[in-house]
């Protein structure tokens, strides 16, 4: 495992939209525009948590970054 790092939840959160974002298209409709982040948030947040428990988990195993309170370092050794 990498060195241990601790991010806050908002920085997970944040880290987690810009993959969202960055992945998939931008969608632009009467003149506004909403980010794939903001979609699957607002569509289906069930899905939405879910996949970002999936990413808090591979921050947690691949980055060696944990959120105090949601990963924890001994779950993963």
């Known amino acids: 495992m990498n060195e241990i790092t601790w991010v806050t939840l908002e920085e997970a959160n944040e880290a987690f939209n810009e993959l969202l974002d ?9 003149g506004a525009t ?8 607002a569509v289906d947040p069930q899905h939405y948590e879910i996949a970002l428990d999936e990413h808090l988990s591979y921050m ?8 105090k309170g949601v990963t924890d370092p001994e779950d993963y050794k």
């Open 22 to 30: 960055d992945t998939y298209a931008v969608f632009e409709f009467g």
């Open 34 to 41: 909403y980010y794939p982040s903001q979609i699957l948030e």
């Open 60 to 67: 947690a195993e691949e980055m060696g970054q944990f959120v």
